[in-house]
T-cell receptor, first 113, second 108 residues
Framework: DTEVTQTPKHLVMGMTNKKSLKCEQHMGHRAMYWYKQKAKKPPELMFVYSYEKLSINESVPSRFSPECPNSSLLNLHLHALQPEDSALYLC????????????FGQGTRLTVV | GIQVEQSPPDLILQEGANSTLRCNFSDSVNNLQWFHQNPWGQLINLFYIPSGTKQNGRLSATTVATERYSLLYISSSQTTDSGVYFCAVRQGAQKLVFGQGTRLTINP
């Protein structure tokens, strides 16, 4: 099973809302990632969790709050977002090694109104 | 950090044509992946290829790590091959850095 599952697939939220994106994998991977992708651009790294601990935060604004409750789950809590935060949010997982393959979920398409 | 450049940025072909996509990277790497992003946004793993040559059906890939480039070959293109192709290299143990992508359009 090489599947990473993200929910929801689509999300529309107002600037005062609080919502969460969820990601789950059952490949036994110990590294999980959040990427953000704007239209016609490549994915850009936001956060990395390694062994359930936050190891990389790419200077992401605090209105994005990641959480890794266990080795299979990754959440991204959203609060007071701006319209420019509208994007495709991709979750990925891999082993926390250099020579390892990463697998991506199908993404959550977020629109902030 | 490591730089990843892909060429060409856009490619339009007729069904049945062959194509070669290129990925250059600025530093030695131990990890390189090719992905196909479909119109719905999903990144589909094509190859994990830090060096050497691999083939999977109509697709094949070659990475020459010493010369810092990788090539993705698509033969007998089909309309379902349309989408964006990304190469990505790993910087350190945790950061996957993407190129800008090649947007491939296959016309019937």
């Amino acid at each position: 099973d090489t599947e990473v599952t993200q929910t929801p697939k689509h999300l529309v939220m107002g600037m005062t809302n609080k919502k969460s994106l969820k990601c789950e994998q059952h490949m036994g991977h110990r590294a999980m990632y959040w990427y953000k992708q704007k239209a016609k651009k490549p994915p850009e790294l936001m956060f990395v969790y390694s062994y359930e601990k936050l190891s990389i935060n790419e200077s992401v604004p605090s209105r994005f709050s990641p959480e890794c409750p266990n080795s299979s789950l990754l959440n991204l809590h959203l609060h007071a977002l701006q319209p420019e935060d509208s994007a495709l949010y991709l979750c990925a997982s891999s082993q926390p090694l250099v020579n390892t393959e990463a697998f991506f979920g199908q993404g959550t398409r977020l629109t902030v109104v | 950090g490591i730089q990843v450049e892909q060429s060409p940025p856009d490619l339009i072909l007729q069904e049945g044509a062959n194509s070669t996509l290129r990925c250059n990277f600025s530093d030695s790497v131990n990890n390189l992946q090719w992905f196909h992003q479909n119109p719905w946004g999903q990144l589909i793993n094509l190859f994990y290829i830090p060096s050497g040559t691999k083939q999977n059906g109509r697709l094949s890939a070659t990475t020459v790590a010493t010369e810092r480039y990788s090539l993705l070959y698509i033969s007998s293109s089909q309309t379902t091959d349309s989408g964006v192709y990304f190469c990505a290299v790993r910087q350190g143990a945790q950061k996957l850095v993407f190129g800008q992508g090649t947007r491939l359009t296959i016309n019937p």
